[in-house]
């Protein structure tokens, strides 16, 4: 994600917090917040996003060398600020159906069980988190003049409830005002609504100053009276009612969305076209990596899961194959075993295709990964694809930068710039191999000398990196599909359409709500 430079000027216009919370997951809490704050920005509001708690895999790295979840930075770059710790000091990410990786204030504290940060033995971690949040909020409250914050989940979480900091027990802590989406797509919004608000205390209940209703789409008038009645009922304004956004192009947190259709690509000749398959494993993390190729027109872009794996033996269609990165890189490398998908892959590299690995995947197409430690999984080592001659180690020290350099691939050369972030270690067991990137400066340009980087075997078949985002940048995209055969100049240029969809999201959001009721509330 590049990080746009400039600073906006303080403008006292608006002051205070709101916390966005929502009916369920998915109701549209990351995205209403990156509209709010790109509107508020826009009109010269000092605002910065902030959510206490999130759990997920797909992180972004800070600009003081930590990580947040990426929603918190593709807020962060609404409001026009480089991601910051702060933003999200706590990041849980999930490495087992029951473990997690506890991030705090960006670094990796621990890997705790569900029930150390959720159930009645979480007191300790609660603590210690609620200090964590309370301390980055206040440094926010004191730097920007509004805070606009994103719950987790539900509010409505009764079991979840006791110590809770990611929802209504930061708001009480905080004493902010909240406000509730809810997603009126998949039906049953009032009772939605109703019962959250039932679930909630006397003060909770108090606190919530209105709703947003999200993903209508159809006749508006047919939802007035049920809108009258919920304001009757629960003596609570309905901020707006929002439309169905189709094609909206933000950066998708924990939603893996396969390319859309592109009614242009089927009529290109094939030497324009090139398609691409990316393979999920259950701990698959930074699947933004490929947002410039879903979105890109000349590319026929799938996820190959394990439910959408057909019963071939080979995928026949694909012109390059991507291992992404991984959050339990030997465990996803069982799983693609199990899967098949490992002799999927080396017949597809029979049959000429290309593989491209990025930082787990490179580490899985290597000859070893080695975890004394336990740091992903349980201790022990596993035997890698042997396609690229790497071992790696997973440390406890994690390598978490923002990077810029140089690719070069068949003799042609272009700038990139992206970000690492990775506990392993990995060294080369032959000398004589292509590394292709040269990492010139990290973003906090402390690097002085060049650092080489991932690998293209002699076979001119795989292409390997650490570095996450070098599909953003256009150059080193196309370079990249040139590389992989694909004929075509087109480049996506993601951070532009990033800029776009952000205002775009904006425009709606200043259209269709209460704009002078929700700066009451927030004032
Ligand atoms: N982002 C990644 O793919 C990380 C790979 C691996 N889990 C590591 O930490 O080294």
Request: aromatic share 6%; with cysteine; net charge negative.
């Amino acid at each position: 994600m590049s990080l746009p430079h400039f600073t906006l000027p303080t403008a006292d216009l608006l002051s205070g917090a709101l916390m966005v919370q929502g009916t369920t997951s998915d109701a549209g809490k990351s995205t209403l917040v990156a509209g709010l704050c790109r509107l508020f920005a826009r009109q010269g509001v000092n605002v910065a996003p902030f959510k206490p708690q999130n759990m997920a895999l797909n992180s972004a790295v800070t600009i003081d060398g930590g990580e947040i979840g990426r929603a918190q930075a593709l807020q962060a770059i609404a409001c026009q600020l480089p991601p910051h710790t702060d933003f999200n000091p706590v990041l849980l990410k999930p490495s087992s159906d029951t473990g997690a990786q506890v991030i705090i204030h960006g670094k990796a504290l621990t890997t705790l069980e569900a029930k150390a940060f959720f159930g009645p033995e979480s007191r300790g971690y609660k603590t210690l988190a609620l200090a964590a949040v309370m301390q980055s909020y206040r440094r926010l409250q004191q730097q920007y003049s509004l805070v606009v914050i994103e719950g987790a989940g539900s509010p409505a979480e009764i079991n979840l409830r006791d110590g809770d900091i990611a929802n209504m027990g930061f708001a009480e802590v905080a004493d902010c005002p909240v406000i509730i989406i809810a997603d009126i797509d998949k039906g049953g919004v009032f009772a939605h609504l109703v019962g959250t608000l039932a679930l909630l205390s006397p003060s909770e209940q108090a606190r919530v100053k209105g709703f947003v209703i999200n993903r209508f789409r159809g006749d508006i008038s047919l939802l007035q009276p049920g809108i009258d009645w919920l304001e009757a009922y629960t003596q609570k304004p309905v901020l707006g009612v929002l439309p169905y956004l189709h094609d909206l192009h933000l950066d998708a947190e924990d939603a893996l969305i396969d390319s859309p259709q592109n009614p242009l690509s089927a009529t290109l000749p094939t030497t324009q076209r090139l398609s691409v398959l990316v393979l999920v494993y259950p701990r698959i993390s930074n699947h933004t990596d490929f947002d410039p190729l879903r979105l890109h027109p000349h590319i026929d872009f799938h996820y190959v899961t394990m439910q959408s794996d057909a019963s071939s033996t080979v995928w026949p269609n694909a012109d390059v194959i991507i291992l992404p990165g991984s959050k339990n890189v030997r465990a996803d490398l069982a799983f693609m075993r199990q899967q098949g998908w490992d002799i999927k892959l080396k017949t597809h590299l029979r049959y000429g295709g290309k593989v491209i690995g990025i930082c787990g995947g490179y580490q899985m197409l290597g000859e070893l990964i080695d975890d004394p430690l336990g740091i992903e999984d349980i201790a022990g080592c596993s035997k890698g694809l042997g396609l690229l001659p790497i071992t790696t180690v997973l440390t406890v020290s994690k390598t978490l930068t923002q990077v810029r350099g140089h690719l070069r691939l068949q003799h042609q050369q272009a700038e990139f710039s992206g970000y690492e972030i990775h506990c392993g270690e990995s060294s080369l067991t032959q000398s004589d191999v292509t590394q292709p990137l040269s990492i010139e400066q990290d973003a906090q340009q402390t690097m002085p000398i060049t650092k080489l980087d991932g690998m293209v075997s002699n076979d001119q078949q795989i292409l390997a990196t650490y570095v996450h985002g070098l599909f953003d940048h256009p150059a080193a995209c196309q370079l990249i599909l040139q590389w992989a055969g694909l004929a075509s100049h087109h480049a996506i240029d993601i951070n532009q359409i990033r800029e776009q969809q952000l205002n775009r999201l904006a425009d709606v959001l200043e259209a269709h709500l209460d704009m002078n009721t929700l700066k009451g509330i927030i004032s």
